[in-house]
């Protein structure tokens, strides 16, 4: 059996927290982000947060690390835009694949240094971030063409597929398909993860998972207290749409804090014939856009979430830092883990 598989039957597993605001600490300027090798790029590139896992690897690692040294069990690559499409914005499209092999990198790299200084700490992962892109397959940018799409279905599973390879060639533990709020998008990237094992079933085998391939996590973002998705899905009908996939978990993730998102984790408890995994903001943000909810609140929302049997992953998303971390950690260790149910597939 797939370690981590082995692992949620156990224990709550703790994912890491916010990757970009902890880049943001940095104060990094447009010259960290160009590095040597882009030195003479025609476009700005300062705020391509995935390109500093090339030209500042040593900044992911140490983010990463504060992560595993807070308690993380599961760590995101720092591939959120790492896609042909994505990349777009910075006519950087060509680096897509080597950015999801760096990133990954960036992950082991800080995971063996921690396992050399933490002896018998225990199995760390890498769950490889696939973002939810600039452009969506389910709404129009142009109010005036509601029938208008900027990209193809085809065109996403390509971009996704892409970016795949990249995260398993890399050697990533799990794929996390996040911050889901168009569906239709996540089920180009559940199709593009099916129809790269299937082309590439060599890829499958050291998963452990039978020729499924890596095991995959979903989280959804509701973006609103009426318990829908942007492009305007209730929160079972999104389970529902992506349950074919077999996912390791279901979440949610982003855009609400532990006290907003409460209701649908409840919901999604009782809905989810899978893991059930939740990473919330540090609350929501100020009139400045930033977070100000303490690490003891959010642990306390979390772990209050733990108690009642929601949840088998939880971390936090933006606004979240190693301290978040730390204190969920401690929250939830020793509190047995939501009961995954047993579902019959038709």
């Not at 933490?118 to 940018?141: D, E, M, Q, W, Y």
């Not at 830092?321 to 020793?334: D, E, F, L, N, R």
Request: with cysteine; proline share 5%; aromatic share 8%.
């Amino acid at each position: 059996m797939n370690k981590i598989k082995e692992l949620l039957q156990q224990r709550i597993l703790v994912l890491d927290g916010a990757m970009g605001t902890m880049i943001q600490r940095y104060r990094l300027t447009e010259a960290d982000y160009r590095g040597e090798r882009f030195k003479d790029w025609h476009s700005d590139v300062k705020g391509n947060n995935d390109l500093l896992s090339i030209t500042r690897p040593d900044v992911i690692k140490a983010i990463h690390n504060e992560y595993l040294e807070a308690g993380a069990d599961i760590v995101e690559t720092n591939t959120f835009s790492s896609t042909s499409i994505a990349q777009a914005d910075y006519d950087m499209q060509s680096l897509a694949y080597e950015l999801n092999v760096a990133s990954v990198k960036c992950a082991r790299e800080a995971i063996d240094a921690f396992a050399a200084a933490h002896p018998g700490a225990g199995p760390r992962f890498i769950a490889g971030a696939v973002g939810p892109l600039n452009k969506t397959l389910s709404l129009s940018p142009d109010v005036n063409n509601p029938g208008y799409r900027a990209v193809t279905f085809d065109d996403v599973v390509a971009a996704y597929m892409e970016q795949i390879r990249g995260l398993v060639d890399g050697g990533v533990d799990v794929l996390l398909i996040e911050t889901i709020f168009d569906t239709l998008n996540a089920k180009a990237a559940i199709f593009a993860a099916k129809k790269f094992f299937r082309e590439y079933p060599e890829a499958a085998v050291r998963f452990e998972n039978g020729n499924e391939g890596a095991p995959i996590m979903i989280s959804g973002t509701i973006t609103d207290a009426s318990g829908r998705t942007l492009s305007g899905q209730t929160l079972e009908a999104f389970y529902i749409s992506v349950a074919h996939a077999r996912p390791l978990s279901v979440g949610l993730n982003c855009a609400l804090g532990a006290k907003e998102m409460r209701p649908h984790v409840s919901e999604l408890a009782h809905l989810a014939g899978c893991y059930v995994s939740a990473y919330p903001n540090a609350g929501l943000p100020n009139a400045m856009g930033e977070y100000d909810e303490l690490p003891e609140q959010t642990a306390a929302f979390l772990e209050d979430w733990a108690k009642e049997g929601y949840v088998n992953i939880v971390g936090g998303c933006c606004g979240t830092t190693p301290a978040h971390i730390a204190a969920i950690a401690k929250a939830v260790k020793g509190v047995e883990p939501r009961v995954l149910p047993v579902v019959e597939y038709s």
